[in-house]
């Protein structure tokens, strides 16, 4: 299992086991995480799921495929070094201790 933490946009802070091989998204659903809606059910077809991802971790995490990048420019927060649709991102040990920020909207 993975401990990953979400930082809601008024600061609250949410802490999630994840477990190994799910999206991110799909913990940030299992844990009602708000602002993480994913109308398409993790498709990379809505850009609802939007989080930002610190530096040292986005550059170790795969990288953002061309279809993700141009999701990204859909989203409803602006688009932030960092941002990252999080049905993208699979739960690995890599994500072990990670701060993922959801935005607020605009």
Same mark, same amino acid.
């Given at each position: ?14 802490? /999630?086991?994840? =477990? ?19 109308? /398409?059910? *993790?498709?990379?077809? /809505?850009?609802? /799921?939007?989080?930002?991802?610190? *530096?040292?971790l986005a550059g170790s995490?795969? =990288?953002v495929s061309e279809h ?12 932030? =070094?960092?941002?990252?649709?999080s049905c993208q991102i ?12 959801? =935005?607020?909207?605009?």
């Amino acid at each position: 299992m993975t401990d990953v933490t979400f930082i809601l946009p008024d600061g609250t802070r949410r802490s /999630c086991i994840a =477990p190994e091989g799910l999206s991110l998204m799909e913990v940030a659903l299992q844990n009602s995480v708000s602002g993480i809606i994913a109308e /398409c059910n *993790g498709a990379a077809a /809505c850009a609802t /799921c939007h989080v930002i991802v610190d *530096g040292s971790l986005a550059g170790s995490l795969d =990288p953002v495929s061309e279809h993700e990048n141009d999701m990204l420019d859909f989203t409803a927060a602006a688009r932030e =070094p960092g941002s990252r649709l999080s049905c993208q991102i699979r739960v690995d040990a890599r994500l072990d201790g990670a701060t993922i920020r959801v =935005p607020a909207e605009t």
